[in-house]
């Protein structure tokens, strides 16, 4: 069987799979107490801000915005260039992890 997915719903799922898999990985990894997501639709564009106090991580993690280990970061980012997302990580040793992503609006 060909799986075809129209764009508005694959878009809707991806996201929802990207703060999924952020959540699990704060839950799992990071000994947070707190989580704050932020959507925002600006214009054509939806805005989701992602943070935690949990641990953080090391700043080798990331190189140029590339994951450097790890299946779940690594399909944050393969779902959000699927979708043409823009996505920049910040993880701060003892303070966090903060996501910023923008998608065009599904």
């Not at 707190?34 to 600006?42: D, Q």
């Not at 997302?85 to 992503?101: T, Y």
Request: glycine share 6%; net charge positive; charged share 20%.
């Amino acid at each position: 069987y060909l799986f075809v997915c129209r764009y508005e719903i694959c878009s809707k799922l991806f996201i929802y799979r990207i703060i999924q898999e952020l959540v699990t990985n704060t839950l799992k990894y990071t000994h947070a107490s707190k989580i704050v997501i932020e959507v925002i639709k600006i214009d054509d564009q939806i805005k989701i801000k992602y943070a935690d106090n949990g641990i953080g991580s090391s700043p080798n993690l990331l190189d140029n915005n590339t994951p450097a280990n790890g299946m779940g970061l690594t399909n944050i980012y393969k779902r959000a260039r699927l979708i043409n997302g823009e996505l920049s990580v910040n993880f701060i040793p003892g303070s966090g992890m903060f996501f910023e992503m923008s998608f065009p609006n599904v």
